[in-house]
């Protein structure tokens, strides 16, 4: 496991006494320090003031450079960020089950990718739907369609695109967070998807959520074609397309 590296907010209650906010949100970068600053940015004004009870935990994963600066001079002055850096990149899903499980407090997660904008409080929206489905899976969009990468054979997954997923701390404990084999990322929103519906538990699309994914270019075709290779293995299923 990589060494961490915590920085955490610098005051407490008056009362000495930290209760566990109602909602963490999990903002993973990778040497995208300018971006994750801006999401810093909106998340503290769309979110963090509106609500005390929420915290936010970024965590560089390993950046080439370090610590970004422009990150930690984003983070700095919020009562209400923790910020964490990792010496080594975990990967998208081992990053995020490692500070689910190890930093964040909250009673229920938002796990965010740094390319996605914050236009809006989003909060609200998931504690509407949380406290109707309490073992609900939440997300911008639901991948029902055939979209290639979740085609294999004449079987279609549904999954969540994992830019943005939010659920109970208990579901995500009890799910176990991402599979890790599935490093440094691809398909481990499939699998979670695929899981989830296994356990007949409801996957909900909410695509009026204010966030957009700007799908920042990511050269990786042949890592994702090989973890759609060890998914198909996984599961037994015939890895058809290999290509899509």
Known sequence: MA???????????EDGVTPKPDFSILLLTYNRGAQAAKRVGELERYVLQAHPATDLVVFDNGSRSGLPVDLAMACQDSKQVLLAHFEENLG?????NWVAQNLAKGQNF????????????FIPRLTQELEATPTAFLCKEVVNWRAGWNVFGDTVFSYPQGYFLACSRQMWEEFGG?????????????????RIQQEGLPLIGLPDLPVRHTALADDRMEKTIALRRLFARKWGLPNIPERP
């Open 3 to 13: 060494c961490a590296r915590v920085w955490s907010p610098t005051t407490t209650p």
């Open 110 to 121: 938002v796990f965010l990718s740094d390319d996605v904008e914050v236009y809006g409080d």
């Open 178 to 194: 991402f599979d890790p084999q599935f490093s440094p990322a691809g398909y481990e929103d499939v699998d979670l998807g695929y």
């Open 92 to 96: 998208f899903g081992p990053g995020f």
